[in-house]
Every structure is written in structure tokens, then in C-alpha cells.
């Protein structure tokens, strides 16, 4: 409890005022508050399920190689980064995989995560603890995903206290193929967690359900998901612009 109060007092510090979000157009990425900044040498990472694993090579271990990185979001949002920040000497790791839940990312944290020694972590974890307890492979609820989710987090800031932490919202874009209304409202209370959860540890939040909800009015949801959880090609896109808005 030590650590987090450490944590969430330093973060404040380090934050500084909040940014004052500018109205953007339907086009572009969601206005983020208390955007966190890039420093020198700074070693980012990726951290999730098949969202931000995306068909990464699991056996290439490399910071910003494009194979090791994926298709989807993490390799754009990357890109981009390693791009703007060339100067910055930036490593960037993806280590999501496919069809993970908090144990599973727990199970496989230190290699995964502390033996990286992160400076700042981006964790989209969420949709599969629920989309398992509902197909009956899994018996937890949106409680115990919140406590094994702050266990978590708890033993990374143990050893990072200065960690700079992105909280994406676990999403899921209504009538295409897997999701439809019966998946609401029970799936909200875990997004209700992830935003909980941001807030406790003084994180980035990145409201992912409201930006794909603002994107369908654009175009329909088979537009930018193939399945009501895995993104298009535009998804990921959109994805990737609203996360590097978690940036100055």
C-alpha cells in the first residue's frame, strides 16, 4: 500500500497540471487528459491479449522490430513513436497474447513484463474475462478480475514506482458476429473496473468503448472490427491514434 500511495503521489508530481483537451473532429483521436511524456531511453511496453497481439512473432524478442511488434495497434502506435522520437532511443515491446485473462498475465509477468524493467506500460486486458466466463471456460467475475488486475500492478510498482502506466478500456463493438446486447450491461461493470483502476493508480485512462461507439457513426462497426472484438485494418489505426494521444 506503501508503494502505491509512492506511486500515485510521484505520478502526480510528475504529470504536473492537466492538459486542457482542444474539441477535435469526428475524425480525429479522443482528446486525453494528463498526458504523459517521453523521455530518454525510455522502454516501452505493450502488454494484453490477441488485441495487441495481433500475429506478433512470439519467438522474436527484440525491441522495435516490426515482426516481433505484429499487425495491429502496438506496430502502428510504435512506429510512429520510434518515428517522432528517433533522437529518443526508444525500445518498444509487444508481449500480448492471444487469448489471455489477468492470470495469465500474471502467470508470466516477470519474464514478460519486470525483466524488461518497463518505464512506461500499456496493459489492454479485459474482454477475455469476461468472453471466457460467458462461453462457460472460466468461472471469474468482474470483482476478482479487478483484484488480480490491482495484485498486478501492485507487484510491478514494487519494483517501478516511477512507471508511467496506460489503462486502455477493454471494448467490444455491438452487432458484429460475436457481440450483441446481451452482452451489456454485465461486460460494462469490467470496464467500470479498467476505469476504477486508472483512477486508483493515477494512469492514463484510454476510453476505448466510447472512441469505437464515436467511430461507428461514421462508418458501421463491421468496419472497423472483423468480429465485435478484433480490429480491421482501420481499427487498429484508430487504436494506435488515440493511444500515441496519450503523448505531449
Known amino acids: 500500500m506503501n508503494n502505491r500511495r509512492t506511486f500515485i503521489k510521484s505520478s502526480v508530481l510528475a504529470l504536473g497540471a492537466t492538459v486542457l483537451a482542444n474539441q477535435v473532429s469526428k475524425a480525429a483521436p479522443l482528446a486525453t487528459k494528463n498526458k504523459l511524456e517521453i523521455k530518454q531511453n525510455d522502454i516501452i511496453l505493450f502488454q494484453g491479449d490477441s488485441i495487441t497481439d495481433n500475429g506478433r512473432a512470439k519467438d522474436n524478442l527484440l525491441p522495435n522490430d516490426i515482426q516481433a511488434l505484429g499487425r ?33 498475465l500474471q502467470d508470466r509477468w516477470q519474464a514478460d513484463c519486470i525483466d524488461l524493467a518497463p518505464s512506461v506500460l500499456s496493459i489492454l486486458v479485459g474482454v477475455n474475462d469476461y468472453w471466457h466466463k460467458r462461453s462457460g471456460n472460466y468461472s471469474g467475475t468482474a470483482q476478482l478480475y479487478k483484484e488480480q488486475y490491482q495484485k498486478l500492478l501492485d507487484t510491478t510498482l514494487e519494483r517501478f514506482p516511477q512507471l508511467r502506466l496506460i489503462i486502455a478500456e477493454p471494448f467490444a463493438v455491438k452487432n458484429v458476429k460475436h457481440v450483441d446486447d446481451s452482452w451489456f450491461p454485465e ?62
Open 72 to 104: 495491429g495497434y502496438a506496430m502502428l502506435a510504435a512506429s510512429a513513436m520510434l518515428n517522432k522520437y528517433a533522437e529518443k532511443n526508444l525500445k518498444i515491446y509487444n508481449r500480448g497474447i492471444s487469448g489471455h485473462k489477468v492470470p495469465q
Open 187 to 248: 461486460f460494462a461493470h469490467y470496464q467500470e473496473v479498467a476505469s476504477d483502476i486508472a483512477k486508483e493508480y493515477k494512469a492514463v485512462f484510454l476510453p476505448y468503448q466510447s472512441i469505437f461507439d464515436t467511430a461507428c457513426k461514421r462508418a458501421p462497426g463491421d468496419y472497423w472490427t472483423t468480429d465485435g472484438v478484433h480490429t480491421s485494418a482501420a481499427g487498429a489505426d484508430l487504436m494506435a491514434k488515440n493511444w500515441l494521444n496519450c503523448f505531449k
